[in-house]
């Protein structure tokens, strides 16, 4: 047998694989984008880069070939524009800050999933110069600016918050005294906003209403807008002290936790953090390794503690952004030179053009904070409508890195008899099109049965098919049966035994390894076989113990009086009878009734006529059988009284 079994294996394995890209590195070619990047999904499992120094969207499918690439000229625009998100509605918006004669104000752009302009406004007061960061949008699908302004008269520095329909009318806005350094803001769950302002951070309902404040004492830099999680707040900084990245963690009222922040000895400007799917928090860091500079990607949970590191292999890779894909991918985008570099990885953050990272470590280090004083003034903005141009530029990609999808259901084996197994593909790839020569579609199958199965997989991103085929064979289980639950008289012994089997292996429910197992209790009772080929067989039975004895009950009166209650006599029992019988005799010995019926009862008429009221005599012989077992031929003699 196993020489036909080890022949099988000989005959039928074999493995194609699947030339399609699931992981891949892509630097794009023929366009020049800078290095302030964002990276954004988009709503069919692909993504958009957007270029704020050449102001340019490129619009990626699920397979990393260019779609679109769009450019938006816009006059007057006096930097890189500030901030683009992707909206609720599949499209995008763009805030940036153009000249408005001496002065500057802010213009929003929307653009539609397609990249095509929707509708553009500049927002501005002449009597101030606006700065602005961030825009974000809360869950009703309004915009959020975020920005400094300077008061031209007496150049006070402002912090100041606009609140816009979809449209992009104005709805709120809002100025706040709390310094003039630069930073960001995000949309809150709630529908508010956390904005940041050097080490400042203060949040605002729904309606630009401050609801706390909050200070930082530690000198950092680099204010980057801060990060929503499950329970808080994450901060990102620049360690003044010492150059390191450090991380600060708020609760939802504004408290500072872990007792301080967190330092790492990563050094350089932080990127800004991502939250995935899963509620953890993704950072992008510069590694180097061996005198060269890689990007680095850590996980952490939502209070900073390390989960897991991945560096991709790419030398001279310089991380600027991560988003993550609807179909649980992530796409991360880098500058390598005047070269923009993207590579889509998998749910666990590897890309198969991988290698080790760097030592990271992360400590506490105890610092204070306090929760100030709150001044806000009243503001207002013109708005003005104006439709800018967009163009069409070509561009496409360079592979750097692809990674061929593999196809293997694995070695030909066996199947015990009774048994099931799943077969699906056992490599890590994943593919849009499986058909089993069963003719399921699923990317797994049961089976129960011996015979050749064979799998042909596709996959969107390439044209190429592959497939794979593996043998099943069937091998022979012991057979094993207790036949149904058992009922047994108290007071004896059941005796559980193994089938006959030399070659066989037994483990009874209580863990012994006899051939046969004796119960006196109740219970479930199992005992698992294992023959010569390695099939294991189970079966169980359930065992109880019950009173073997027949209690028959003699009443000693009736009253045939028709009323509908005691009108018959009959014992009572609790059992059934190998034979029976039943006689009664009037005061002068007469045999007046006899039934061998144990369900018949005398209804106290002799011959159709009502016998008379007093003492009747009565004889029941009986031989009870219970759980199978025969009991001793019983007499019982009982008086009884018929009462009219």
Not at 331 to 354: A, D, H, K, M, Q
Not at 519 to 525: F, Q
Not at 608 to 620: E, F, K, Q, R, T
Not at 621 to 629: A, D, F, P, R, V
């Amino acid at each position: 047998m196993k020489l036909n079994l080890t022949l099988y294996f000989f005959l039928f394995v074999f493995t194609c694989q699947l030339s399609a890209q699931t992981s891949f590195i892509k630097q794009i070619d023929n366009i020049t984008l800078g290095t302030s990047l964002k990276v954004l999904p988009t709503d069919d499992v692909g993504w958009a880069i957007y270029s704020k120094e050449q102001t340019k969207l490129i619009k990626f499918n699920l397979c990393g070939d260019i779609d679109w690439t769009k450019s938006y000229d816009i006059p007057n625009a006096t930097s890189s524009l500030s901030d683009i998100i992707k909206t609720q509605d599949g499209g995008f918006a763009i805030l940036g800050r153009e000249q408005i004669g001496d002065t500057h104000g802010m213009r929003v752009t929307k653009l539609s999933s397609n990249g095509d302009i929707s509708w553009s406004k500049s927002y501005s007061n002449l009597d101030y110069d606006y700065y602005p960061y961030s825009i974000s949008e809360d869950n009703q699908g309004n915009l959020f600016l975020y920005g400094n302004l300077t008061q031209l008269n007496n150049l006070a520095v402002n912090n100041h918050v606009s609140k816009l329909s979809n449209s992009g009318d104005l709805i709120l806005t809002q100025l706040y005294n709390f310094g003039g350094i630069w930073g960001g803001a995000i949309s809150t769950s709630d529908n508010g906003v956390l904005f940041r302002t050097g080490s400042n951070f203060i949040k605002l309902n729904t309606n630009l209403q401050v609801e706390w404040k909050t200070s930082i004492e530690a000198p950092t830099y680099h204010y980057i807008a801060p990060l929503e999680v499950s329970n808080g707040y994450i901060i990102s900084a620049n360690n003044l002290s010492n150059g390191t990245i450090s991380y600060y963690k708020l609760d939802l009222s504004g408290n500072l936790l872990w007792g301080g922040r967190k330092n790492t000895n990563q050094n350089g400007i932080p990127n800004a953090l991502r939250l995935n799917s899963e509620g953890a928090v993704v950072g992008l860091y510069s590694s180097t390794i061996n005198g060269e500079n890689y990007s680095t990607i850590r996980v952490f949970d939502a209070s900073m503690n390390l989960i897991s590191e991945h560096t991709i292999d790419q030398v001279n890779l310089n991380p600027r952004d991560i988003c993550f894909l609807s179909n649980s991918n992530s796409l991360f985008i880098g500058s390598s030179g005047p070269n923009t570099v993207c590579t889509r990885l998998y749910s666990n953050y590897e890309s198969n053009c991988s290698m080790n990272s760097s030592e990271f470590t992360i400590n506490s280090e105890a610092i204070g904070y306090n929760q100030g004083d709150v001044i806000t003034n009243n503001h207002s903005l013109n708005a003005t409508s104006f439709n800018p141009n967009s163009s069409t530029e070509e561009a496409s990609t360079i592979d750097l890195c692809s990674i061929i999808k593999v196809l293997d259901l694995g070695k030909d084996t066996v199947l015990c008899v009774g048994s099931a197994m799943v077969l699906e593909n056992i490599s890590d790839d994943d593919f849009d099109v499986y058909q089993w020569s069963t003719g399921e579609n699923n990317s797994s199958i049961t089976i129960y049965e011996p015979g050749v199965y064979w799998l042909v997989v596709e996959d969107f991103c390439d044209l190429n098919r592959a497939n794979d085929t593996i043998f099943i064979e069937i091998l022979p289980s012991l057979s094993l049966d207790f036949g149904e639950d058992l009922l047994v008289c108290q007071d004896s012994t059941q005796l559980l035994r193994s089938p006959q089997c030399d070659s066989c292996s037994f483990v009874w429910s209580d863990g012994s390894q006899n051939d046969a197992l004796q119960v006196i209790t109740d219970g479930l009772y199992w005992l698992e076989a294992q023959n010569e080929n390695g099939c294991i067989t189970s079966d169980s039975i359930l065992i109880e113990f019950a009173p073997c004895e027949c209690n028959v009950f003699i009443p000693n009166s009736f009253t045939p009086n028709d009323d509908g209650k005691n009108d018959t006599f009959k014992p009572k029992f609790y059992c059934d009878f190998e034979d029976y019988s039943i006689e009664i005799f009037n005061r002068w010995g007469e045999l007046i009734f006899k039934s061998n019926n144990p369900s018949e009862a005398w209804d106290g008429k002799v011959n159709s006529i009502n016998a008379h009221s007093g003492l009747y005599a009565c004889v029941v012989k009986y031989t009870s059988t219970i759980l199978n077992n025969t009991g001793p031929k019983v007499i019982k003699h009982q008086p009884i009284s018929l009462i009219e």
